[in-house]
């Protein structure tokens, strides 16, 4: 198999948004999946669903200051910036 065949690299950006504390965001599966607070990955999954069929998102704590780092990826430079915004302002209102 040809990894360059199958794999197709999109826009992406990756952005911080500042929380009181950082140990309040749990991941799992290689930190694909947000697991704490209950409301982030619904959150995350119904926006990337709304991006497109070639978005893409995750985020995960920080391991040295209390920021939750967003990385997101979609068909388009634009929608890939809309997206990680989006999922920003989710960030700050579930972690508020």
């Not at 360059?4 to 948004?17: C, E, G, N, T, W």
């Not at 926006?47 to 979609?74: C, H, M, Q, W």
Request: glycine fraction near 4%; charged fraction near 30%; aromatic fraction near 6%.
């Amino acid at each position: 198999l040809d990894w360059d065949s199958i794999y197709q690299d999109f826009p992406s950006r990756m952005l911080k948004a500042k929380v009181r504390d950082r140990t309040l965001v749990e991941t799992t599966d290689a930190e694909r999946k947000c697991v704490s607070p209950p409301s982030l990955q619904p959150a995350i999954d119904k926006l990337v669903a709304a991006a497109g069929k070639n978005a893409r998102a995750f985020v995960r704590p920080s391991g040295t200051e209390d920021v939750v780092r967003i990385y997101a990826e979609a068909a388009s430079q634009k929608g890939a910036d809309e997206l990680a915004n989006k999922i920003k302002a989710e960030v700050a209102r579930i972690l508020a």
